[in-house]
């Protein structure tokens, strides 16, 4: 397939260095805000890279479920393949690819297990159908037929008809705290506006805008 003439001009707007809130984190919220009122589907999917003991890569989509200045939090299942290459490499990076409004936002970071009361607490706040599922699914193991899967979800709404659903051992969440951000903006011309900000010696942020 030949896709080279599959094009378009990026013109939704610019960015400049006097618009950036000194703040990363600030300048993300303002961002999140702005991509829910465009009417994006799912604005808070992010797509996670972590990188595993041989060194190969793996991509998949998760989604925000809370940001602050401390980090932005996602949960999964402990057990599957990104928590275990989490275990080993903590480094990750995040991706919001909100290309209706030409924007996107790159974070590097660390990722830190959450505490128990964090993880019940949204647990508890989850519809019952995705308590179920949490306990029905051996997330990234391989499984023979779906019929499998739907098969468990049945027993786990059996066995837990009568109370409350307790959170699974294998399930929990992750904050990743970030040390790099990157804001782009899709520019006339492909002279795209790409600002970083970085840790400086002081905690504070650095900013630097880079060519695209």
């Known amino acids: 397939m030949d896709l080279d003439e599959s094009r378009r001009e990026y013109d939704f707007g610019h960015l400049d260095r006097q618009s950036l809130s000194d703040s990363p984190f600030h ?6 805000g702005e991509a829910i009122d465009s009417g994006i589907k799912d604005p808070t999917a992010m797509c996670i890279a972590t990188v595993g003991k041989d060194g190969k890569p793996s991509q998949r989509i998760v989604l925000l479920k809370h940001f602050d200045e401390k980090g932005l939090v996602f949960y999964t299942n402990l057990e599957s393949r990104k928590a275990m290459e989490i275990a080993d490499n903590p480094a990750v990076s995040l991706h919001f690819p909100w290309m209706k409004i030409d924007r996107q936002v790159a974070i590097e970071g660390r990722a830190e297990k959450l505490g128990l009361s964090t993880v019940l607490k949204y647990f508890v706040s989850r519809p019952i159908e995705s308590q179920l599922a949490a306990w029905s699914s051996p997330q990234s193991r391989k499984i023979d037929t779906r019929s499998m899967l739907e098969d468990e979800y049945k027993r786990m709404q059996m066995k837990f008809a009568q109370g409350k659903i307790p959170v699974p051992s294998f399930w929990g969440g992750y904050r990743v705290v970030p ?6 903006q899709g520019g006339e011309h492909r002279l795209h506006d790409r600002f970083q900000y970085s840790h400086s010696a002081d905690g504070g942020w650095v900013i630097n805008r880079l060519a695209p």
């Open 27 to 32: 300048q993300f919220q303002k961002w999140m």
């Open 179 to 184: 040390d790099q951000w990157e804001f782009w």
